[in-house]
């Protein structure tokens, strides 16, 4: 499982060490605009961040079902249960890496506002420049930022398996069907769809705020985290579900 792992992390360190320089020159250019560009960096930059993530992810795994390159993966001693669980846990270890590196943002752009404002840097005064500015531009603290991005990994990492079992129907189940890749998708819209309706059937049920988390400001980091627990229950649960019966495909139906 380890080698698995590893291996997947050679294929893509040169994206990863080129997406980080990246994102520093632009960080860099935005903060000669001033403390706008700074803030600007720091909202729009895991929007951005997070379709590179997916968007790789997912082609990867496709390469690996539909291209040459991929075939020597699924010829090693290795069940398909240990190689979609490794590419599961390579995606999980790259989401945590990247909320990681945001912070590390958060906390370079919270010194460098802290720096033009003419105040002294330190690891307090930056947390506490920082809350204040998403509590008064925002509405918010940075506590809601990591429940906020914790949160979307977790439903990330759920349409990322989804995508991935789509995929994997496509070339076991439905390979040798005409229209076998739209069936696949249509799988795919309606694993989705299934999955935000049943959250949202537990949302309703089980969260004393479910009225109140739709309004930020009414709710703490930790409130917020028990609030959406029901939609990550789920998500976790879809991702277990989907995640075994890909490895079972791969191991038993798959048609490369």
Known sequence: MFNLIKY????????ILMTISSALLINLFLVTKGIGGSSAFLVF???VLAILYVSD???MYGDDLNKKSGYMLFMTPN?????ILSKLITAILEGLVIILLYFVFILLN??????AAGDNINFAEVMRTINSLLSGNLGFSLGH???????????IIGFIVTAYTAMTIRKSIFSEFKFGGLLSFLIFIGLNWFTTFTAGKFHSIFSPYYNSYLNINSVSASELLVVLFPVIAISILQSIILTTFSGYLLEKKINL
């Open 45 to 47: 930059f895991p929007f």
């Open 79 to 83: 069940s398909g249960y240990k190689i």
């Open 57 to 59: 992810i997912i082609r």
């Open 145 to 155: 930022v990591f429940v906020i991005l914790f949160v979307a990994l977790v439903f």
């Open 8 to 15: 997947e992390f050679l294929r893509k360190y040169k994206l």
């Open 110 to 115: 919270g010194a460098y506002i802290i720096y």
